[in-house]
C-alpha cells in the first residue's frame, strides 16, 4: 500500500511532463512547418529556423525514447532482446528506461501513465521541457516576422508527401550557398569570381545540396549558365574545351536579365594541384562573366584554402535528426505509435546505421516491407553481428572503414557457408545504355539470395545495386563484392585490391 501511495504521484507527475512535451513539440512542429512553407532570406531568421529545427529533432527523440524503449522486452519475445551494447541517444537514462515496462495500448494517454521514470529521467525531461519553452517563448517575434516572407511554391507529390524524394535537414545550408550566389561581391570591379568550397565526407550530401541549390529559380534566373565538371575533367583547357570533353550544362538561358553569369560547379573527391587551380581560375575568370560564382565540392579540408568565402562543411546527421528522418523510412505511411515494439527495435537499429544515409534507406526499405517484430528482430540481429564483428576485430565502425577503402563484411538475414565481402562502394550520376545494370541489389545480399546465386553460377566476384537515388543528381550507388567462405580474412588480399578495380 505504501509503495503504490509513493508511486501514484509519481506517474501524475510522469504523465504531466510527457504530456506537456508533447504540446510543446506540437506548437514547435506547427511553426517549423509555416516556416518552411516560406521564403526566408535573412540570416538571423535561418539560424532561429534551424535552433528550433533542432530542439524538435531532440524533443521527438526524447518523447519517443521514454514512450518506446522497453517495449521489446515482453514476454513474447525476452529470448532475443538481451545482450545489448548499442547506447540509443545521448540521454543515459534511455538504458535504464529498459527496466520499465510501458504498457502497450492504442491509448497514448495510457502509455504515458505507465511511463515511472526515475530522478534522473525527470530532471533530464524537466531540463528539455525547460529549453523547449523559453525557446518557443523567444520565438514569438520569429513568428511574427516570419508572416512577411513570401510563401514558396509546393510541390505536394515532389517534396512534401514522399520523404524519399526530399533532401533532409539541409534547408539552412542550401539557403547558404543561395545567398552567396546571389549575393554581389565587395569587389565588383576586379573581374575575379568568388569560390565557395563545400567540405564534407563521402555521401554526406555535398552534390545533392549543390543539385538543389542550382534547381532553385532564384538561382536559375541569376545565371545564363551553369555548367557541372568532375575532377577527372580538368586539365589546362580553355573553357570551351572543358564543356566539349565532359561539362555537363545543367541550365542555360541567355536572356538579358542574366547579363551572361555563369556558375561553375567543379566535384573533387580529393585535392586539386595549386598549378592547375591557378590555371582554372584564370580561365573561369576571363570566361564566366562579370558576377560568375565557383563552387568546389571535395572531401578534403585543403580545398579550404581555394575559396574566396568561408568553406561550408557538411556534416552527418545527429542522433536525434536522424531517428526522425529514419523513422519516416521505416514505417511509411503507417504510425509509430500504433506499433510501439517496432518503433523502439528501429530506435537500435537507427543508432546501429551511424548515420548515413545510403544505409537508411537501405535498411528502411527492408524494414518498411515488413512491419512484424520478428523481421525487425532479425534486421537488427544481423547489424549488431555486423558492427560489433568489425569493432572487434579492426577496432572501427564498418562505416568508417568502407569510407577508408577497406573491405567489409556485408550483414545478413540468412544463414549461409559463404559471406559477402564488399570491396568498393562507388556511384555513378547516369548509367549508360551499353552498360551491363547489376541485377542483383543490396537486399538480396542482405536476404541471402547474393550467396545463393553467387554459388550456382560459381562467380566469385560480382557486382550489386546498393541504392538509386529518387534526389537530385539521381545517383545508382553501386559494389564491388565477392562472395567467400566463412574464416577467409578480405584484409590479407589488401595489397592486390587496387587491380581488382
Excluded at 521514454?66 to 515482453?74: A, K, L, R, S
Excluded at 525531461?125 to 513570401?150: H, I, N, R, S
Aim: glycine share 8%; aromatic share 8%; with cysteine.
Amino acid at each position: 500500500m505504501l509503495i503504490q501511495r509513493y508511486m501514484r504521484p509519481k506517474a501524475e507527475e510522469t504523465e504531466h511532463k510527457l504530456l506537456r512535451l508533447q504540446r510543446a513539440l506540437l506548437r514547435i512542429d506547427a511553426t517549423v512547418e509555416e516556416a518552411d512553407g516560406r521564403h526566408i532570406t535573412n540570416q538571423a531568421m535561418l539560424r532561429q529556423l534551424g535552433m528550433l529545427r533542432q530542439a524538435m529533432y531532440g524533443g521527438h527523440y526524447m518523447l519517443d525514447t521514454f514512450m518506446y524503449i522497453g517495449h521489446e522486452h515482453g514476454a513474447d519475445h525476452d529470448e532475443v532482446s538481451g545482450g545489448r551494447e548499442v547506447v540509443l541517444s545521448r540521454f543515459s537514462s534511455a538504458k535504464r528506461l529498459l527496466s520499465f515496462p510501458i504498457r502497450s495500448s492504442s491509448s497514448g494517454k495510457e502509455k504515458l501513465q505507465n511511463s515511472v521514470l526515475d530522478a534522473e529521467d525527470l530532471r533530464n525531461l524537466e531540463k528539455m521541457l525547460d529549453g523547449l519553452e523559453t525557446l518557443m517563448g523567444d520565438m514569438v517575434e520569429f513568428a511574427v516576422f516570419l508572416q512577411g516572407y513570401p510563401r514558396l511554391c509546393r510541390q505536394p507529390y515532389g517534396e512534401y508527401l514522399i520523404l524519399d524524394k526530399v533532401m533532409f535537414g539541409r534547408q539552412m545550408e542550401k539557403e547558404t550557398v543561395i545567398n552567396f550566389l546571389l549575393r554581389p561581391e565587395a569587389a565588383a570591379g576586379d573581374g575575379n569570381p568568388g569560390v565557395l568550397p563545400i567540405i564534407g565526407e563521402a555521401r554526406v550530401g555535398k552534390n545533392t545540396l549543390v543539385e538543389h541549390v542550382c534547381l532553385d529559380e532564384r538561382v536559375r534566373g541569376h545565371f545564363s549558365l551553369i555548367i557541372f565538371f568532375d575532377g577527372d575533367d580538368l586539365g589546362d583547357e580553355n573553357m570551351a574545351a572543358l564543356r566539349r570533353s565532359g561539362g555537363v550544362i545543367k541550365h542555360q538561358d541567355l536572356t538579358a536579365s542574366s547579363c551572361g553569369r555563369s556558375l561553375l560547379v567543379i566535384e573533387l573527391a580529393g585535392d586539386m594541384q595549386e598549378e592547375a587551380w591557378r590555371n582554372l581560375y584564370c580561365t573561369a575568370a576571363r570566361s564566366i562573366g562579370h558576377g560568375g560564382k565557383m563552387i568546389i565540392t571535395s572531401r578534403s579540408e585543403k580545398i579550404a584554402d581555394l575559396g574566396t568565402a568561408r568553406a561550408l562543411r557538411l556534416k552527418l546527421l545527429p542522433q536525434e535528426a536522424y531517428w526522425y528522418f529514419f523513422k519516416i523510412l521505416a514505417f511509411g505511411s503507417a504510425n509509430p505509435d500504433d506499433h510501439p515494439k517496432l518503433a523502439s527495435l528501429g530506435m537500435e537499429i537507427a543508432a546501429l546505421l551511424k548515420g548515413t544515409f545510403v544505409g537508411a534507406n537501405i535498411v528502411g526499405s527492408i524494414m518498411r516491407a515488413n512491419l512484424n517484430v520478428q523481421s525487425w528482430h532479425r534486421v537488427l540481429h544481423g547489424l549488431r553481428n555486423f558492427t560489433s564483428k568489425h569493432l572487434h576485430t579492426y577496432g572501427k565502425h564498418p562505416t568508417d572503414l568502407m569510407e577508408k577503402g577497406y573491405p567489409v563484411y556485408c550483414w545478413s538475414m540468412a544463414r549461409s557457408q559463404n559471406v559477402v565481402v564488399i570491396y568498393k562502394v562507388y556511384q555513378k550520376r547516369t548509367i549508360q545504355q551499353d552498360q551491363v545494370v547489376p541485377k542483383l541489389t543490396a537486399q538480396d545480399v542482405i536476404e541471402g539470395r547474393a550467396s545463393a546465386s553467387a554459388s550456382a553460377t560459381h562467380q566469385r566476384w560480382f557486382r550489386v545495386v546498393a541504392w538509386r537515388s529518387r534526389l537530385p543528381p539521381y545517383y545508382t550507388y553501386l559494389a564491388r563484392c565477392a562472395s567467400q567462405r566463412v574464416g577467409c580474412s578480405p584484409v590479407r588480399k589488401k595489397r592486390s585490391r587496387q587491380a581488382m578495380f
